[in-house]
């Protein structure tokens, strides 16, 4: 089981998979915005989606979890 956390504070601008989703390497989980620059979490290791923590429209902060990955 791997979390996804935020590196820094900025909103959720597009969730791209959904609990479920299988996920690869390299995937994009989500796209935040921040000072105007779109910056994609990505997965470090491939999985299934067990739990995904935000929305769009979500303000999130340093170290908030984004998601888990099984």
């Known amino acids: 089981m791997a979390e996804v956390r935020a590196e820094m504070v900025a909103n959720v601008w597009q969730v791209?998979?959904?609990e479920g989703d299988t996920v690869?390497?390299?995937?994009?989980?989500?796209?935040?915005e921040s000072m105007k620059m779109e910056i994609p979490v990505i997965v470090e290791d491939g999985g299934?989606?067990?739990q995904l923590k935000v929305a769009e429209g979500d303000?999130?902060?340093?170290?908030?979890?984004i998601a888990v990955i099984d």
């Not at 690869?24 to 935040?32: F, K, N, P, Q, Y």
């Not at 303000?59 to 979890?65: A, F, K, R, S, Y």
Request: charged share 25%; net charge negative; aromatic share 0%.
């Open 16 to 18: 791209i998979v959904r």
């Open 24 to 32: 690869s390497e390299g995937d994009t989980l989500v796209i935040l």
């Open 48 to 50: 299934v989606v067990a």
């Open 59 to 65: 303000v999130i902060q340093e170290g908030d979890l």
